[in-house]
């Protein structure tokens, strides 16, 4: 099984299927996206993705922001 739909949202899509493979991985081990309706436009979007992990792993967190450049 590959990773989810809002991999295509996502910065770089196509730069590294690795990456966003661990990333989903990360997310569903305990995290959750934020996904609303834009009645106006009909579309989902992401408002928030939330990723709950020790402290001693902010590496993961480092990783995961230099990659999407936020």
Not at 4 to 16: H, I, L, T, V
Not at 31 to 49: E, H, L, N, S
């Amino acid at each position: 099984m590959g990773f989810s739909e809002a991999k295509c949202q996502m910065p770089g899509q196509e730069e590294d299927t690795k990456f966003w493979n661990w990333f989903a991985g990360v997310i569903d081990g305990d995290g959750d996206f934020d996904i609303r309706i834009d009645y106006r436009g009909k579309k989902r979007i992401i408002k928030q993705i939330r990723i709950k992990l020790h402290d001693i792993d902010i590496r993961i967190l480092t990783r995961i922001q230099n990659y999407i450049h936020t």
